[in-house]
């Protein structure tokens, strides 16, 4: 079955970094046909978009993290990663991996991270 799985999360102080981690096993196909996510959801609030990167290498972030975040992937080694910078305790949340290609998609279990002022 397919597993993505998160790493990377932790708590880290006001202005710190921190390297998600999403390794891919189990696909249909290769993981470089495929469209990978991350989004991320914070108490009481709804699971927005972080960013994504298309299997044609087109980038997409939210308005919240353009500039301190950046995803990039690996397709040899089926990983996604999130290089998140200048973090801020409005970043606390649990991040989720995602992958999409056509009507399929499917999440990671999630990933805590949390900032302290």
């Known amino acids: 079955q397919v597993q993505l799985v998160e790493s990377g999360g932790g708590l880290v102080q006001d202005g710190g970094s921190l390297r998600l981690s999403c390794v891919a096993s189990?696909?249909?196909?290769?993981?470089?046909?495929?469209?990978m996510g991350w989004y991320r959801q914070a108490p009481g609030k709804q699971r927005e978009l972080v960013a994504s990167?298309?299997?044609?290498?087109?980038?997409n972030y939210g308005d919240s993290v353009k500039g301190r975040f950046t995803i990039s992937r690996d397709n040899a080694k089926s990983t996604v990663y999130l290089q998140m910078d200048t973090l801020k305790p409005e970043d606390t949340a649990v991040y989720y991996c995602?992958?999409?290609?056509?009507?399929?998609?499917?999440w990671g279990q999630g990933i805590q991270v949390t900032v302290s002022s």
């Open positions: 990167l298309t299997r044609s290498n087109v980038y």
């Open positions: 995602n992958v999409r290609f056509a009507n399929y998609t499917h």
């Open positions: 189990g696909l249909t196909y290769h993981f470089s046909v495929y469209h």
